[in-house]
């Protein structure tokens, strides 16, 4: 099985996972062979990339450390929130308690504590797997199923720098509301496929604040959790938004909702733009090391994330391509591949003099 551009899937080809729709049900189901007329509706539901069965993948599952179905969960759970919250607008200023309690509602904390629990579990049930950034949702989705990624990126390294359990949560939260503010933003302006302009710029940059504000009077949510919202498009240089803050200025918690938002949004298709291919995400994310992002968060990130995903095809600097066929903890760029000619396998962590070049697919 292989992820694969679902503009690149040809009529004939095999689904190898089921596709959900955005409320949970099921929209084509594994197995099923796709036909030109299925094709067609999951470009038009923006369904950017999709698993399918063939020869080539043959033997190899692709793995992620939480299942399809608890990420489709979150992300919908996620959407409830964003949508509650956003009538919270209606509230005038003197209506403030009113507003406030509302918003308390809306944010369904109990449940999205609860959910961060079964994530936390599966964490620590499943030590040495990897977390899987492809999006199978639609683009209307981007904006739900980022907020999960984010969170399980941000646990995922907690987990991995020692954190209690409860500041393990505690990440989880920053990165499910840290784009909470993203609610007071209209859905033409977050989905819009061409470049913004300076005005639809300007307000987008406000999320954080606005974000803030929703929830800086909710008492149960922690100050660390307030900060994540408010400061996740800081950078270490002074160069972020909306307070230009520098290194000194911004704790761990925030440094790592940073990376794992800044991470997820480059590894993910979007209708405006597809996902950086591997090579790109990491000439990118070691420049923005170098001097805004924090160099032991990064490190840390890159040790548990699927750099070269399973079933992805890549080409070899001596002219070979290879299926990867195992992505390992702590060596993102050495995977376990598998000749797509000889079917010889290509263990990347002992053919030291060997690098991968490019993504082919």
């Known amino acids: 099985m292989r992820g694969k551009p679902t503009k690149e899937v040809q009529p004939g080809e095999v689904l190898g996972r089921t596709i959900f729709r955005d409320d949970g049900t099921v929209l084509v189901t594994k197995g099923t062979t796709l036909s030109q007329t299925m094709l067609k509706r999951l470009i038009q539901e923006d369904i950017l990339i999709v698993y399918i069965e063939d020869e080539l993948s043959e033997g190899i599952e692709p793995t992620n450390v939480i299942s399809d179905q608890q990420l489709l969960r979150g992300a919908v759970e996620m959407s409830k929130v964003f949508k509650e919250v956003k009538n919270s607008m209606r509230f005038t200023a003197d209506q403030k308690d009113s507003r406030l309690r509302y918003v308390y509602d809306s ?215 290879g299926i990867v066929v195992e992505s390992r903890k702590g060596a993102p760029t050495r995977p376990l591949l598998r000749d797509i000619h000889t079917k010889e396998l290509i263990d990347l962590s002992k053919e030291l003099t060997l690098l991968i070049k490019f993504v082919v697919n």
């Open 107 to 321: 944010l369904h904390i109990e449940s999205l504590g609860q959910f961060l629990d079964e994530i936390e579990k599966d964490l620590f049930e499943n030590r040495d797997a990897l977390y899987q950034v492809f999006n199978m949702f639609s683009a209307d989705m981007y904006t739900y199923k980022h907020s999960v990624d984010v969170a399980v990126l941000a646990m995922l390294i907690g987990k991995e720098l020692g954190y209690s359990m409860k500041d393990i949560k505690m990440l989880g939260f920053g990165g499910l509301l840290h784009d909470i503010g993203k609610s007071q933003i209209p859905v033409e302006v977050l989905n819009k496929k061409d470049k913004l302009t300076e005005e639809e710029w300007q307000l987008l940059q406000k999320h954080p604040e606005m974000g803030y504000e929703l929830i800086k009077d909710v008492i149960s949510l922690n100050g660390h959790i307030k900060q994540m919202v408010r400061y996740h498009h800081e950078r270490n240089d002074g160069s972020g938004y909306p307070f230009a803050l520098m290194d000194s200025e911004l704790t761990e918690f925030i440094k790592i909702i940073v990376v794992a938002d800044i991470f997820n949004a480059i590894a993910s298709s979007r209708v405006y733009r597809e996902a950086m291919t591997p090579e790109k995400i990491m000439e990118y994310i070691h420049q923005e090391t170098v001097y805004r992002l924090d160099y032991k968060v990064v490190n840390t990130l890159l040790k548990v994330v699927h750099v070269y995903p399973e079933g992805i095809i890549v080409q070899l600097s001596d002219g070979r391509q």
